[in-house]
């Protein structure tokens, strides 16, 4: 099947600072793809759908200035969190669908984020 | 808007024992239903369905769609300690391009 990475796959911040995620399907390309978070013990909440060349669509509640997206490319989109804090850290998760395969969706394997 | 609900929100079998999901949702324009495992990373892919009472099977795994009443179930057999994961249903609906919905999940536990 298709691949997606993401990277860093574990990032340690303090707070105050920034932090970029990238997120690449390797072997198909994505006009859209999908961050969620994962708090422990809960399921994955989808944060924003990244479109290529366009703006990214915020679910309610998300912040957009705080939860940078850029989809650069068809392979690549990037979530970056700006001006972090501890409350963000979380389990960050991206997926793209390959529209070959009937919108199948593809998960990267996911980024660990710890805000100290 | 579109809802998705998993039961039982946990579950804990000995190995052998067989165990069924359940996932019943609220969906305009409904397109597919998908199962994945989640274990300690990302989820990973188990199942796709579009079409109703047709089963799924991988292995020990199985799935089937019932959509006049609106919910699926996966069926895990002859369960393994390595089956221990969170079970998660997802949605899609022709009205929202690619995204998916979430259930909350269904975490099971298999004791050996």
């Known amino acids: 099947g298709a691949v997606v990475s993401q990277h860093p796959s574990r990032v340690i911040c303090k707070s105050g600072t920034s932090v970029k995620i990238e997120c690449r399907s390797l072997?198909?390309?994505?006009?859209?793809m999908f961050w969620y978070r994962q708090f422990p013990k809960q399921s994955l909440m989808l944060m924003a759908t990244s479109n290529e060349g366009s703006k990214a669509t915020y679910e309610q509640g998300v912040e957009k200035d705080k939860f940078l997206i850029n989809h650069a490319s068809l392979t690549l989109s990037t979530l970056t969190v700006t001006s972090a804090h501890p409350e963000d850290s979380s389990f960050y998760i991206c997926?793209?669908?390959?529209?070959?395969?009937?919108?199948?969706?593809?998960f990267g394997p996911g980024t660990r984020l710890t805000v100290t | 808007e579109d809802k998705v609900v998993q039961s039982p929100l946990s579950l804990v079998v000995h190995e052998g024992d067989t165990v069924t999901l359940n996932c019943s949702y609220e969906v305009t324009n409904f397109r597919s239903l998908l199962w994945y495992k989640q274990e300690k990373k990302a989820p990973t892919f188990l199942f796709m369905l579009?079409?109703?009472?047709i089963e799924k099977k991988s292995g020990r795994l199985s799935s089937i769609l019932d959509k006049k009443e609106l919910f699926s179930i996966l069926n895990i057999t002859a369960t393994q300690t390595g089956d221990s994961a969170v079970y998660l249903c997802?949605?899609?609906?022709?009205?929202?391009?690619?995204?998916?919905?979430f259930g909350g999940g269904t975490r099971l536990m298999v004791k050996p």
């Open positions: 997802a949605v899609g609906s022709r009205n929202a391009g690619n995204m998916l919905t």
């Open positions: 579009t079409s109703s009472g």
């Open positions: 997926s793209a669908p390959d529209r070959g395969v009937d919108y199948e969706q593809y």
């Open positions: 072997d198909f390309q994505a006009t859209t």
